[in-house]
């Protein structure tokens, strides 16, 4: 009888472990926007699964140890996705699995619980416990991987490494709580208020931070709709004179076509189409009409304003209606992505300007189906500028033929979406991004 005892007390902490470890691994790859794509990441995630389980079976300390050696291997292993990145999406796990070592600290102060009630209780919790944080993560990934990516990451990361310090004293303090003098079981709880503390204020600071970022998007959408309403008002203005110079202008031809004054009548039509009809301004907002995602919109018309103010030449064309981001793509991810890439055309633009050049900027957007998304960006370049090969970081170019323009931060966007591709090639004097959003080849 003992014999089975103990070996169902062994299977359910072997099992209780190997969950424990899993978990640590799934959402370490998982918030850190990592994937499994060849043979050495598949053993170094099966061999660092093996070193856990085997030395959280050991006790108490050694799941302690276990832990920090889990999160050093893997944030040494993955270090070019990011060190603040990669470590601080591990420690999320190790968090979660301090406060499920933290319920099992106050099972065992059950009176009276046998050491096999206490394995099956624990393999039981486990069962349960992480599942129900996977499903939260699930749901608050997008809000923690932006945490993880913006300006204030390393705060972030601070508070994680902070809680994660206090919750390993705490548990290690909970190894020898039964020798543990009561200033030092009050020191662990207060190391747990602290942090809890801390969390509450970073988390009151980030809202008031993120309502006076609102707050100033809201300034600048604003800004944006009235330049884009005194745009329609000056079209509309043009449109009136054109429709009441139109009947005199064209009575002035009928004579001179009469009296047969042809290239009089050639010279009034040029100048009539110079003045009135070759405008820039009229054309400066072409087809934005057609887009129906307001973001992407608003984002379009800063560009081209942008642009415009700066004396570029360009062109701008959506024919089709954009009623709607395709796939799982995260709409401010697509923004970013655009964004980035009308900015670089302009800085490109504006040194070859400066070099005496003749600039020009060519974009459009392309929605065949609901299913998918083109955008295409081409601009002139300054000719000789090695740089053109050299700018794209963290090993950005990975398609034969293609070059990057310092637009290395686009590669961890891409990453995060399997229906989206983004290419690049410089050829004729000219850099041409080339964007696709396609659900079906996905699926």
Known sequence: MEEIKLCIELIAGVLSAAISVAFDIYVGYRLAEIKLTGYRDRIFAFGLCILAILMAMQGRWETNAASV?????????????????????????????????????????????????????????????????????????????????????????????????SLMVVNLINVFLDEAKPSVIVYSYLSIGQAAFIWIVYYTLRRAEDARFKAQLHQQKQKELEEYANYLEQSEDNLRAFRHDYRNLLNSLKVSAAEGNVQELLDKLERYSAENLDSQALLKYKDTNHIQVKTLKSLIITKLNAIYQAGIPYDFECRQTIASIPGNVDELDLVRVIGIAFDNALEESQSLSEKNGHPEIQAMLYQETTDSLEFEIRNKIVPDKRQHTNLATKGFTTKTGHQGLGLANLQDIEQKYSELDISYNVSDGCFDLYLTIDQEEDE
């Open 69 to 165: 050696v889990e999160l050093i291997l893997f944030t040494w292993y993955y270090r070019k996705y990011g060190l603040v990145k990669v470590s601080g999406a591990f420690m999320v796990g190790l968090l979660i699995d301090f406060l499920y070592d933290l319920i099992i600290v106050f099972l065992q102060r059950i009176p009276n619980i046998s050491e096999l009630m206490l394995s099956l209780c624990t393999l039981g919790l486990s069962i349960v416990y992480y599942p129900l944080c996977i499903l939260l993560i699930k749901h608050f990934r997008q809000w923690l991987l932006q945490r993880l990516e913006d300006q204030c990451r390393k705060i972030f990361w601070s508070l994680l490494a902070y809680s994660f310090c």
